[in-house]
């Protein structure tokens, strides 16, 4: 809910071109994760984050945590980057996740 | 790779009636949780477990109860299914290294409650 905002809803970009998502958190948070629910329902671990950046492939996140905001570059953006892209945040250090609504992507060609 | 799985993927249900949904995974990891996903809201937390015996309420348990009788076995049960109830429910277990907890999902069950 509100207590994990992402922005934007959704996202359309052409094959190639280089975009960021959001997660801004109301909540104190130790960790974050990203994940990718592909077309299919599946959800994919992308990164798990302390404060800090961790980079993989196409895909580079940061965690901020003085400012309690999470981003995900995504560069030369390929078509099956396509889905729905989901932050969680680790509410209060305790492994209950919350989770924001979700950033709808579709890369097109 | 983490492998979770649930049952069963579909599953129609009557209001009033129980439903049992399963998860198994095959990896050792501790922790279970079970997530329920609707348009708007993301994955939204029911219940979740420490480990073996252990049951712990989340963010939205009310309807839903869950037995963990084994280290690879997570059950979340409806005693009386309602059409809010109507859902996919994702379950997921987590990797902890050091402080790190990464979370491995099924491939979630589709329940519709008439």
């Known amino acids: 809910g509100d207590q994990v905002k992402q922005s934007p809803s959704a996202l359309s970009l052409q094959e190639g071109t280089n975009s960021a998502l959001r997660c801004n958190f109301s909540i104190a948070t130790t960790t974050v994760q990203w994940f990718l629910q592909n077309p299919r329902g599946s959800l994919m671990n992308l990164f798990y984050l302390v404060p800090g950046t961790k980079e993989n492939g196409r895909l580079k996140s940061t965690f901020n945590s003085k400012e309690s905001y999470s981003t995900l570059h995504i560069r030369d953006a390929q078509l099956e980057d396509s889905g729905t892209y989901f932050c969680?945040?680790?509410?209060?250090?305790?492994?209950?996740?919350?989770f924001g609504a979700g950033t709808r992507l579709k890369v097109i060609a | 790779e983490a492998a979770v799985t649930q049952s069963p993927r579909n599953k129609v249900a009557v209001t009033g009636g129980k439903v049992t949904l399963s998860c198994n995974q095959t990896?050792?990891?501790?922790?279970m949780y079970w997530y329920r996903q609707d348009t708007g809201h993301g994955l939204r937390l029911i219940h979740y477990s420490y480990g073996a015996g252990s049951t712990e309420k989340g963010d939205i348990p009310d309807g839903y109860k869950a037995s963990r009788p084994s280290q690879e076995n997570f059950s979340l049960i409806l005693e009386l299914a309602t059409p809010s109830q109507t859902s996919v429910y994702f379950c997921?277990?987590?990797?902890?290294?050091?402080?790190?907890?990464?979370?491995?999902f099924g491939s979630g069950t589709r329940l519709t409650v008439l």
């Open positions: 997921a277990s987590g990797r902890r290294v050091s402080s790190a907890e990464t979370l491995y």
């Open positions: 990896n050792n990891h501790n922790n």
């Open positions: 969680a945040a680790d509410n209060t250090g305790n492994y209950k996740y919350v």
